[in-house]
Structures are given as C-alpha cells and as structure tokens.
C-alpha cells in the first residue's frame, strides 16, 4: 500500500504558475502509474495527467502544452508544473497511484482520458487552485 498527500495549491492570477507536489509514502519498492485529476466545482473529477514507470507521459487535451507531469523517483515525489493558469483551471487537484500494469499494459496513458474510479488506486486529500482574473 502506498500513501500520497499533495501540495503546492495557492491562489493565482490568471496567466500566473504553480507547482504541485505529491508525497509518495509506504510500499515504494513496487511501481506505479502516477498522475493528477482535478475537480472543479460542480463538475465532474477530471484527468490531467499521468506518468508511467518508463516515464512516458500523457495530457488532457485542456492543459497540453500549459502543464508537465514529473517525477523524481530517489526522492518519491510526483509534480505537476503549470503554466499559463485560466479561471477553467481553477479545482482541487488530486495525486492518484495505480499499482502499474495492474489494469492493462497502456491503461497508466489512457487515464487523463478515461474516467477512473476512486476506488481504484490510491488517492490523496487534494489540493485547492484557485485562478482569478
């Protein structure tokens, strides 16, 4: 089992940056398919980005270009750096880990795309974005 607590949230203006982090704690010595999801007030919980075990890398289409998935793995931190911040990227954000493979071989990039369950994974508490004009 893993555990993962985000920060990094803050309040910004539009056109501003920030950068999350994820906390990667418990069972590390297996790998996992790492990403961020977002939720925004009355809507639905969304993916923004994954990173496999390889490295590889995926977007939602919404923040391509404006935001990077990271990871340094000696010290087991996930990031989430963004750029060009909108009022639509204002939403808590969540850092999830899938134990990787465990849902097929190419799920870990599919899942900016792709609805995925709370009940799978492990997910954090979140943090709050918050984007003014």
């Known amino acids: 089992q893993v555990q993962v607590a985000e920060s990094g949230g803050d309040s910004v203006q539009s056109g501003g940056s920030l950068r999350l982090s994820c906390t990667i704690s418990?069972?590390?010595?297996?790998?996992?398919?790492m990403s961020w999801f977002r939720q925004a007030p009355g809507k639905e919980r969304e993916g923004v980005a994954a990173?496999?075990?390889?490295?590889?890398?995926s977007y939602a289409d919404s923040v391509k270009g404006r935001f990077t998935i990271s990871q340094d793995n000696a010290n087991n931190m996930l990031y989430l750096q963004m750029h060009n911040l909108t009022i639509e990227d204002t939403a808590m954000y969540y850092c999830?880990?899938?134990?990787?493979?465990?849902?097929?071989?190419?799920?870990?990039?599919?899942?900016?795309?792709?609805?995925?369950?709370?009940?799978?994974?492990?997910w954090g508490q979140g943090t709050q974005v918050t984007v003014s004009s």
């Open positions: 999830a880990a899938f134990v990787a493979g465990r849902y097929g071989d190419k799920w870990c990039i599919m899942v900016p795309r792709v609805p995925v369950s709370r009940d799978l994974g492990y």
């Open positions: 990173i496999d075990n390889d490295g590889d890398t």
């Open positions: 418990g069972n590390t010595n297996i790998k996992y398919c």
